[in-house]
């Protein structure tokens, strides 16, 4: 008879392995299987250096859940590097420049006066004049003075999976990348998954597949982002202590190198191409980056950042990575719980920009609601709050085998 999984997840990136992660540890028994139609982590969570950023808006004034996610998620990083090799994670402090006739720097400012409390534990956020950015972190042009934000983690996303994957594998989860799940069949006790190579089984499912929502549930509202990130070899004889944002951002990562970020390009879903395909325009837009393209995008980063800070245009340029972000068009908020009217099937996905700081944090309350059937996901990401899940490839009631 074939085998049947407790849970199976379809997308193996940071929402997909942070579910498994969270599943595993809530049920060591249950049989857990991973699938994913590239490499594991190959897709938006192969980014070479990602930021978590407590506060990724225009105000320093934290918006509740962000600042329970991000008390969530600083621990969970820290607590996966103490547990795996190499060095993926950086922590660092983040400055955000202030000029005296910009809009933005007097929101800051005021956002930061207007905090009532604390920010807690996991937070601490300082207002730095002109004289000490420039005493703390020379190298940097002159401003009217700076916020300090810190911790802010900086994370190569792919090698920390790689690393997490490499755990999983040893509390018997099953991987097996290259296999791209074209259908699910509800038969009355457990889904049939069709995938490119075979048939599985599993009493529920995870689907967790980033930017490719919208193959599966194309009525929903999605907006798809692509962007690109340049990583830098940092010159020998610049010591840069951390990340700054402003528009963009530049952050020193582990073993000498800098990252800077990120570029915004609007996919049309009129660019999508036919639903259900294996490799849809979102691939087709990460492979077209070639040479000449890479060398262009990596230019226009350094004019821009080198505003702020000259000696990037010192620095040697390692790589262009492009990737793709999903984002559910009414809130920007996370699509995260289960998909109705589908037994036992649920969605983490549309982590837009935010993935360190919503992705394991919204796995783990999900992991809670898969393993004890009650509701667990926070409303503001809550799946129900969209109508739109008609899909042609989920199947209900089918016969089954
Ligand atoms: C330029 C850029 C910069 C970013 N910067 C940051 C940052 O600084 N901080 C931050 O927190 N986040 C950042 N992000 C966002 C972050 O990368 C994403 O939020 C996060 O990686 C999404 O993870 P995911 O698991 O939902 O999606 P993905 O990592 O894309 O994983 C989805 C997986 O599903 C698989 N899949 C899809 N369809 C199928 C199928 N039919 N069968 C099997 N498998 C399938 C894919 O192959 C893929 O591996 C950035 C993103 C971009 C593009």
Redesign the pocket.
Known sequence: MKKTYDLAV???????LSLLDAVSQRQPDWTLLG????QI?????S?PG????PLPGRSLLPRPPYQQAHAFAGPWLQKWQSETQGTWLHTDTMIRPLWQDDPVSHRLLRSWKQRTEDYGPHLSINHLSSQEVQEKYPGFVETDGAMELSPVYAVA?HEMLKEITAHLSERSIEFHPE????TLQWDGHCWHIQ?ANGTYQARHIGL?????LG?WFPELPLQWM????VTWKAPDDVEWPCAFRQKGHLVPMPRGFWVG???YNDITPEQTTALAQQRSYLDEWVLSLDTSTSEVVAQEMADGISRLFPAVQQAEVDHVWR????IYKHDRQPLVGPVPEQPQLFVC?A???????L?PYLAHHLADEITTGDEAVPSWARSTRSSDWSSKRIHEHASGE
């Open positions: 379809i997308g193996l990136g940071l929402a997909g699938l994913d139609q590239g982590a190959g897709g938006a969570s980014a990602a930021l978590l950023n996303m296999e791209p799940t074209q995938s967790c597949v980033g930017a490719h193959d692509g962007g690109e990130l970020g990120s570029t990737g793709v972000r999903g996905s982590l837009a920009s935010k993935g360190l700081l992705g």
